[in-house]
């Protein structure tokens, strides 16, 4: 029997412990053939790109989520997602191969839910970034927008550590701050933040990340040398 590239996966909704069915694409037929400079793959086959499915929708409640949402809800947070969403919600399922829209809606649901769930701030900063990936080529200012607000989700995140115990390195938290802020005309905000990835660079344990800010960061300052 032929591999095909997606496939179905049964995931248990974290509200109503509905079990339904989710699509993922299968690892061998991801082929990343190079990375933008704020770390967004770019795939040899865009509609096998796993961002589409990252985020997992309930379709009987509506409750969206990821692999990195906290099992736990604060006092009042169930009621609060199903007053606000499962009590309006019209069962879409997004159970099949996704649109880019259709991937849009999921990552909004579960940057709303992760909000009112006080979620992590590593967590909805990595929820803003892979939405402004998914507008991207769109011709759409959405873009600049969640830009901005995973900047600032990293920022909140870095003063507070809360990817301690992660895969998550510092190096990589200071990294996207200063390309982000960078791709925003922010260059006083990227410059100190770019600056204290290279002063690590002796101390740090992600050898990969120095190298590329101390890259990124000599390339922008050729690239302005030439205007």
């Known amino acids: ?19 339904f069915k ?3 694409i299968r690892g061998r037929f991801v082929r990343a053939k190079d990375h933008s400079s704020d770390l967004m793959p770019i795939y040899e086959d865009q509609s096998l790109n796993p961002n589409l499915y990252h985020v997992y929708l309930c379709p009987e409640c509506g409750y969206s989520f990821t692999d990195d949402f906290a099992s736990y809800f604060p006092p009042g947070g169930k009621e609060e997602i199903e007053e606000k969403i499962s009590r ?5 399922d997004f159970s099949g191969e996704r649109s ?4 849009v809606k999921a990552f909004k649901l ?5 909000v009112i769930k006080r979620e992590k701030s590593i967590t909805l900063a ?6 402004s990936w998914l507008f991207r080529g769109r011709d759409d200012s959405q873009e600049q927008r969640f830009q901005r607000l995973a900047v600032e989700a990293y920022k909140d995140a870095y003063s507070k550590e809360d990817y301690t115990g992660s895969q998550i390195t510092t190096e990589r938290v200071l990294y996207l701050i200063a390309e982000l ?3 925003l005309g922010e260059e006083d905000e990227a410059t100190r933040h770019f600056s204290k990835i290279i ?13 590329m800010a101390k890259e990124r960061w000599q390339l922008y300052r050729e690239d302005r040398k030439a205007l």
């Open 1 to 19: 029997m032929e591999l095909t590239p997606l496939y179905q996966k049964h995931i248990t909704c974290g509200l109503c412990t509905h079990t």
């Open 22 to 24: 989710t699509t993922k």
């Open 88 to 92: 309006h919600w019209q069962h879409l």
């Open 100 to 103: 880019i829209d259709e991937a």
């Open 110 to 114: 579960a940057i709303y839910i992760a």
């Open 126 to 131: 990595g929820l803003y970034l892979r939405l």
């Open 181 to 183: 802020s960078l791709r």
């Open 199 to 211: 002063e690590r660079q002796h101390t740090s344990t992600d050898r990969k990340m120095v190298h």
